[in-house]
Structure formats: C-alpha cells, structure tokens
C-alpha cells in the first residue's frame, strides 16, 4: 500500500498526485470525451502535465485537493477524486474525473463518498458542493448517489450549469 495514502475504500485506495503522475494526467485530459463537460483543455504534453503537478499547491496551502485514485488489486491510475476550496466563494467543491475505460464501474462514487466522509469527519467541513455543467447527467447521478442535491442554476467557464449542495 502507498505510504502517502489518504483514504482507503473497499477497492481503492486515493494518495496526493505527484510529478510522477504526470502521464496519466496527460492521458486523461487528452480524451474529449473525459473534459467534454470540464472546460479544461488538454495538456499539451507529459511536461506540461508534470510542470502543473509540480505547482499543484492545495495540499500545502489546505490540507487537501485531488488526489489519485488507484485500484487496491493491482495499483492501477483510474483518475483523481477530491476536495478543493475555491477562496471567491468560500466554498468546498467535490470533483471527479476518470478514464473512460472505469466509467461505469462504481468508482466515481466510491472514491466520492469517501471524499465527502473524509471533508465532514477529519477536515471539519460544514457543506460541499458540486458544480456541473448543464447535460453532464453521468456526474449528476454520482452527485445524488452520495447525497448531494440540487441547489440552484449556475454559470460557470461560461457555460449554463446547476450546483449541487449537502450539508452536515
């Protein structure tokens, strides 16, 4: 097991990114399918990946962000999962993206819930929220399976999205 663990699942296991994920990273932003609702463009290689990686500073700056997932049978990259606090709005946000090939399977919502269990119990967060981009229904269904509801319309990146919303 990853001595940088953050939290542990039934079939995951979530650690701090590192520069050494930086070909996945790359790999995952490179499927339009994967940052079609995202707003984010692709890396425009493994260096630009592992440069991001390197100046990724949530961790440091507030004791989380996303993390990697990885699957406890054979350590495998399926995407990253995680808190981030956006100081504008003083908000915690829940966020999730996998590659395409584990879609389906659970995960998201595994490695969400325990996210969110991990930001209410040791992290002392009072309410999450996730965004969504309007017809993103895959991320929506993860969003309502660990609890989260629909809160109100929101715009963001510009585009039209809802913002989901729980609360201890």
């Not at 520069?19 to 490179?30: C, H, Q, R």
């Not at 990686?53 to 995680?82: I, N, P, T």
């Not at 993860?142 to 510009?158: M, S, W």
């Amino acid at each position: 097991m990853d001595k940088s663990m953050i939290v542990e699942t039934e079939r995951l296991y979530l650690r701090e990114m590192v520069p050494e994920d930086a070909e996945n990273a790359y790999l995952l932003n490179l499927d339009p399918e994967v940052t079609r609702y995202t707003g984010d463009d692709p890396f425009g290689s493994v260096e630009d990946a592992r440069e991001f990686l390197k100046k990724y500073d949530h961790y440091q700056k507030y004791g989380f962000g996303r993390w990697a997932v990885m699957r406890k049978s054979d350590g495998e990259f399926l995407g990253w999962c995680g808190l981030k606090y956006t100081p504008e709005l003083d908000e915690h946000d829940i966020g999730f993206r996998f590659f395409r090939c584990y879609w389906n399977m659970g995960y998201a919502t595994e490695a969400a819930t325990a996210c969110l269990q991990l930001g209410f119990s040791k992290l002392g967060m009072r309410q999450i929220v996730g965004r969504v981009v309007k017809g993103n229904r895959a991320s929506v269904r993860v969003l309502e399976k660990i609890g989260l509801r629909y809160l109100a319309p929101c715009t963001f990146d510009d585009e039209e999205g809802e913002v989901y919303v729980i609360q201890l």
